[in-house]
């Protein structure tokens, strides 16, 4: 079954990070679909992936074994070109217990999320070798500040990066530096900002307070820096200043959330 591993130019080299991966088997006219999020330890030949839960499952009948070859031939092709590449080797059900850190780690935090907005199109126009080098010295530039500020990186996802702080006012000055860094590079980012309870699992988040942050970050446009209020109530008698950015509803949240926007 030939299987594909979503990565970012970034990761080729690096152990330790949660991504997706994609399998495809065809048998006669039917085409096995599997697919999920993975945790990839170790890297270059020596890297093993393993699911981080059960893999979704699914079945394409085609009614011809021509339309089957096409329909798998069409499917590869996509995924190749959303930054997925062969896969060597089984993808492992689970870590053996004695790797593993503890199921559903609960823990409260803020969770920041950086995004580079319209990353495709600046890959494109920059070709390879360029945006390999550009997207180097984000991820050093990012790093940097999460180390100054005392971030934890929990995953990055091809050109993003997720993020937990114990204080939120520490989460904001990581961002705002984020946002001044990463322009001498010509890369706009939006980032966004939550504070609540979440679990790890695998080296997955999970839970609410992160569904939520992603919100928030898809709300922000370009060089903005947006937080729910849950964020705000908590540094309101900081020194940081923040402009009402209206109520939203967050896709897929219950509730309508008021944003607000930070100010330099």
Known sequence: ???FLRIGVHQSNVSGYTSKAWCVRR??????????????QGAGDGRTVYWTRLPQ??????????????YTKAAIARRRSH?????????????RSGERSAE?????????????????????????????????HYY???RKELKSTRGKEVVTTGDGVLATFKAPASGIRCATAIQK??????????????????SVSGGEMVGLAFHIGTRV??????????????????????EIRFRDHGMHQLKGVPERWRLYRVED
Do not use: N
Request: charged fraction near 25%; proline fraction near 2%.
């Open 181 to 198: 860094a990463v322009r001498t590079l010509g890369l706009d980012i939006r980032v966004g900002l939550h504070a609540g309870e979440y």
């Open 104 to 136: 559903l780690k609960q823990a409260l935090a803020t969770i920041l999320i950086v995004d580079i907005v319209g990353s495709t199109a600046k890959a494109a126009k920059l070709g390879d070798a360029r945006w390999t080098k550009v997207m180097g």
């Open 140 to 142: 050093a530039a990012v």
């Open 1 to 3: 079954m030939p299987k």
């Open 27 to 40: 048998v006669g006219s039917a085409v096995f679909l599997k697919w999920g999020a993975v945790e990839v």
């Open 57 to 70: 499952e699914k079945t394409v009948r085609c009614g011809t074994v021509l339309r089957a070859q096409d």
């Open 217 to 238: 970050a898809a709300k922000a446009r370009a060089g903005e820096v947006l937080v729910s209020s849950a964020v705000r109530d908590l540094v309101a008698q900081s």
């Open 83 to 95: 930054r997925y590449e062969p896969l060597i080797g089984p993808i492992e059900l689970r870590r």
